[in-house]
């Protein structure tokens, strides 16, 4: 409760510049109604849409949650879709962007960008790409936005003769430090292999130089690259046994219970994490194959426009504008661990600039934003079913149910069958 009352309270004190700003301007009494469907979790998003509804009286916000990660709301959109009942904005995982843009009658934002000479120049023009489509159009604007990183049980390093202030950098030293830290009931490492969207795979792939995909109608992901990425984790679990095998939850559970001494997981847990006083934590970034190359895939979704009727997309504009400025970025990322895509919120003592003074595990993402790449959308007609094919090889791998050469070729079999 203490945490709500302080971020409510940043919430009046500085969103009271973007109250000011909206070009909005029906008919005088006139209050448009839309409906905001999205899957970010946690009280911040629903402290924003009341803030925004408190601050004008000419848009009524209507959120709902929808829970299954960026998964649930593309299932959740399907059977809206068949009921001719979609929301007026949603929150679109970024792995499911061009699955959206070809299933779902998204808006494009560029003509209002270009209507009233919206400013884009603020934006990392990296994480701006991320709403683009094929044919360089806006269409989103990022909201949340994130990393894969190493979260830290520093005691349990320095317990095992490590230094946290000197982390694991390479694949090799995370696996030799694994070991270490791994003895009774104490496992060394986790990674959250069952992330949406493939998400964590996706990133050892990407670091091993690997590609998720050969062209429109082929996976990429049952190669030499692909092999070692899974190979990796089987070792780890099999073969060294320092990393246990267990569920996404019960994993977590057990890093904050200070029994894994590092997680591996979405940098939007470390607000979450920070709070808890059971472990000393800090925050790395993600481990290179060689020392050098990495590739992140920014996880996260960006707001889409779905309103039909033009008072409705006079709202739904002015309302994700709100989302996507500075000041509500600032909150989120401040509530959340989610990364701020605008430069001017990173320059402000009073919205990121002293924030990340003071809370040094929050920088970690922003050390890695170089070698952010888009995550994988896959393409065709059904991308929750290709997800799920691949997790469920990469699972069965994991458990020893197929090797890892099984696995990639059933996997690029199935999925292929998919695309066609």
């Known amino acids: 409760m203490k945490n709500r009352r302080i971020i409510l309270m940043v919430i009046v004190s500085i969103l009271s510049i973007v109250v000011g700003c909206s070009n909005l301007s029906p008919e005088a009494g006139d209050v448009v109604e839309i409906q905001f469907a999205h899957g970010f979790s946690g009280d ?52 499911y962007h061009q699955f959206a843009l070809d299933n779902f009658p998204v808006v494009p934002l560029q003509s209002f960008i270009e209507q009233e000479n919206y400013n884009l120049n603020d934006f990392f023009p990296n994480l701006l790409d991320l709403g683009r489509g094929p044919d360089g159009q806006v269409y989103s604007l990022p909201m949340q936005v994130t990393e894969p990183i190493m979260y830290i049980n520093n005691n349990l390093l320095r317990a ?70 899974l190979q990796y984790w089987v070792d780890l679990v099999n073969t060294d046994k320092s990393m246990p095998l267990l569920t996404t939850t019960q994993a977590e559970q057990s890093f904050l219970a200070g029994k ?18 059971s472990i000393e934590l800090s925050t790395a970034v993600f481990p290179s194959l060689d020392g050098n190359y990495r590739q992140v895939p920014i996880g996260g979704a960006g707001v889409m426009m779905l ?14 504008k709100f989302l996507a400025s500075p000041e509500s970025m600032t909150i989120y990322a401040k509530g959340t661990g989610s990364m701020v895509s605008r430069e001017s919120a990173l320059e402000k003592p009073e919205w990121m600039q002293t924030f990340l003074m003071d809370n040094p595990l929050s920088k970690t993402p922003y050390e890695q934003v170089k070698d952010a790449v888009p995550w994988n959308s896959f393409p065709g007609t059904d991308p929750v079913k290709l997800n799920t094919v691949l997790q469920d090889n990469i699972t069965a791998a994991i458990n020893q149910q197929k090797t890892v050469e099984d696995a990639l070729r059933d996997a690029e079999a199935q999925a292929n069958e998919l695309l066609k």
Do not use: C
Request: aromatic content about 10%; proline content about 3%; hydrophobic content about 35%.
């Open 44 to 95: 911040v998003i629903d402290q924003l849409v009341d803030e925004y509804n408190k601050s004008q009286d000419k848009v009524r916000v209507q959120a709902t949650f929808i829970p299954g990660n960026h998964e649930g709301v593309v299932q959740k959109l399907q059977t809206l879709t068949v009921a001719k009942q979609l929301p007026d904005v949603i929150g679109m995982g970024y792995g």
């Open 307 to 320: 309103a039909k009727d033009n008072k409705k997309q006079q709202a739904a504009w002015d309302f994700i």
């Open 260 to 277: 894994v001494g590092i997680y591996i997981a979405s940098s939007s847990r470390i607000a979450k994490y920070s709070a808890q006083k």
């Open 160 to 229: 095992s003769n490590l230094d946290p202030k000197n982390p694991p950098k390479t694949w090799d030293e995370l696996r030799e430090a694994a070991k270490k830290m791994t003895h009774d009931d104490q496992y060394g490492v986790y990674f959250e292999y069952a992330a949406s969207g493939n998400w964590m795979f996706q990133t050892m792939l990407g670091t091993a130089h690997g590609n998720m995909m050969k062209d429109s109608k082929q996976v990429g992901f049952n190669s030499v690259e692909g092999r070692k990425a």
